[in-house]
């Protein structure tokens, strides 16, 4: 594989371990890596944007190895992934990678990532890129999920990546050895009970803390070919999944069930107004 220019982003932050190893471990194969993320965690931001403040990078090389250039970004994933591109970067990047993040991102977690709203910033921009994430908050082994994403990036890199594909990869939190094998999955529904808990401050005020508990829909139907495992079950099984999503969110239901718009009245509430 010849020298990548890869451009690596994460939501957990500069300071985070998941990031500097893989960024080192790019480096080590002999790719020109660049680094943009935020300057502390900004966790399940989603595809956030910066837009009433201004954002501010610093560089932030010392804390990776030598060659690497990095920068500290005040903003979002998704701010640090549009900096680096319109701003940073001399040359747009081959790849863009984001993580590892410092645990799952299962179902339809994937729409509160900021992990994955980083790569997704690149698939938009028409950039393979790819998001990596460690299935477990307190496993700290990063080696293997950072070896695995660069195999199978450049894997990809090396076929013909479709245009618009984002790759959302979890590794089990194993050893090398005992990760399951890599498998396409389709992505789990995940939905939260008792998403909230009330507390009172000490002047007598509510406030609430979002803490619910996942709870996987295995059961519901979703994309993608039926032989592929559903992540979540997969990567419980020790497995690593990989799975392939895109920007577009058009509904994939039987647009025969829509009803009219005639239906709707909306011509009559116009005429009203």
Request: glycine share 8%; net charge negative; with cysteine.
């Amino acid at each position: 594989m010849p020298s990548l220019k890869i451009l690596i982003s994460n939501d957990d932050g500069v300071f985070a371990a998941g990031i500097r190893t893989l960024a080192n471990a790019a480096n080590a194969r002999g790719h020109q890596v660049t680094v943009v993320c935020p300057d502390q965690e900004r966790s399940a931001t989603g595809h956030g944007l910066t837009l009433q403040t201004p954002i501010r990078a610093e560089r932030a090389d010392e804390l990776f190895d030598d060659g690497i250039t990095a920068w500290a970004c005040s903003g979002t994933p998704s701010d640090c992934v549009k900096l680096a591109l319109f701003s940073l970067l001399d040359e747009w990047p081959d790849l863009v990678l984001s993580g590892i993040n410092h645990g799952p991102n299962l179902g339809t977690d994937v729409l509160y990532s900021g992990t994955v709203s980083a790569a997704m910033e690149g698939t938009i921009e028409g950039l393979p890129a790819l998001a990596v994430s460690s299935a477990d908050f307190q496993w700290r082994q990063f080696e293997p999920a950072a070896a695995m994403a660069l195999e199978v990036a450049e894997g990809m890199l090396a076929g013909d990546w479709p245009q618009g594909l984002l790759l959302n990869l979890n590794v089990p939190p194993r050893p090398a050895e005992s990760i399951g094998p890599l498998r396409w999955c389709r992505i789990a529904v995940r939905r939260y009970t008792d998403q909230f808990e009330r507390r009172i401050d000490p002047r007598g005020r509510s406030y609430y803390w979002l803490a619910g508990e996942v709870a996987n829909d295995l059961d519901a139907a979703v994309a993608g070919p039926p032989v592929w495992p559903i992540d979540v079950a997969h990567v419980q099984t020790g497995g690593a999944s990989l799975s392939p999503l895109q920007p577009e969110f058009f509904w994939m239901g039987d647009t025969t069930t829509l009803p009219s718009l005639d239906a709707l009245n909306v011509a009559g509430l116009q005429r009203t107004l």
